[in-house]
């Protein structure tokens, strides 16, 4: 869930979150304002200035809610079965798909510059699904969290560089367009070879 860094009610959160995402969804993250949400939401301004100080904050906090929820299947799933299921259910997350469609540059400082909380909290799950794949011997041995790292770093790949590989492959197989599903296939591959003892 989005880390609650302000002293506004969960309730309070997941209203201005619901009606954050509802505005983006509608305009993109540029052109969303803390106004619009408020409005959508059905709170003052001062309401969400005081929890949020931006949009860019309150984008942050939204996306780490709805990454999260997509990421549950860490907590349960074997982490190759879980990574591949992860990255196929965002890149069909509306939220996901308006962001890279009108305004990818958001997603920039997350790859080359720091951390996000969304993916510290991946990082978590499927550092702990390594950890139990190990002991039950599905996983090699090594470092849960380095081996982590190495998983995320693939399957963020296949999820934000993906579909520029999505064009036919006309010296190779004229007429037969590589589909989003030979990916998913791939990646399971890349990381069964990776993980496994």
Same mark, same amino acid.
Do not use: C
């Given at each position: 869930?989005?880390?609650i860094r302000h002293n506004t009610t969960a309730s309070s959160v997941e209203l201005v979150l619901d009606a954050a995402r509802e505005v983006i969804l509608a305009?993109?993250?540029?052109?969303?304002?803390?106004?619009?949400?408020?409005?959508?939401?059905?709170?003052?301004?001062?309401?969400? *200035?005081?929890?949020?100080?931006?949009?860019?904050?309150?984008?942050?906090?939204? !996306?780490?809610? #709805?990454? !999260?929820?997509?990421?549950?299947?860490?907590?349960? #799933?074997?982490?190759?079965?879980?990574?591949?299921?992860?990255?196929?259910?965002?890149?069909?997350?509306?939220?996901?798909?308006?962001?890279?469609?009108?305004?990818?540059?958001?997603?920039?400082? *997350?790859?080359? #510059?720091?951390?996000?909380?969304?993916?510290?909290?991946?990082?978590?799950?499927?550092?702990?699904?390594?950890?139990?794949?190990?002991?039950s011997g599905v996983v090699r041995p090594g470092d849960p969290a380095t081996l982590a790292r190495a998983v995320l770093l693939t399957a963020q790949s296949f999820?934000?560089?993906?579909?520029?590989?999505?064009?036919?492959?006309?010296?190779?197989?004229?007429?037969?367009?590589?589909?989003?599903?030979?990916?998913?296939?791939?990646?399971?591959?890349?990381?069964?070879? *990776?993980?496994?003892?």
């Amino acid at each position: 869930m989005a880390p609650i860094r302000h002293n506004t009610t969960a309730s309070s959160v997941e209203l201005v979150l619901d009606a954050a995402r509802e505005v983006i969804l509608a305009v993109g993250v540029r052109r969303t304002t803390l106004t619009d949400v408020a409005r959508r939401a059905g709170l003052s301004r001062m309401t969400i *200035y005081r929890s949020w100080p931006d949009v860019r904050s309150l984008v942050a906090d939204l !996306m780490t809610r #709805e990454w !999260m929820l997509v990421a549950d299947g860490f907590a349960t #799933e074997d982490p190759v079965t879980a990574a591949v299921a992860v990255v196929r259910a965002l890149r069909d997350h509306p939220l996901w798909r308006k962001i890279v469609e009108v305004d990818p540059e958001l997603l920039l400082p *997350y790859l080359t #510059e720091r951390r996000g909380s969304s993916q510290e909290a991946m990082l978590a799950l499927i550092e702990a699904a390594i950890a139990r794949g190990q002991r039950s011997g599905v996983v090699r041995p090594g470092d849960p969290a380095t081996l982590a790292r190495a998983v995320l770093l693939t399957a963020q790949s296949f999820l934000i560089s993906g579909s520029t590989m999505l064009a036919p492959l006309a010296r190779d197989n004229p007429g037969v367009p590589l589909t989003s599903g030979d990916l998913d296939t791939e990646l399971a591959t890349i990381l069964e070879r *990776y993980l496994r003892p």
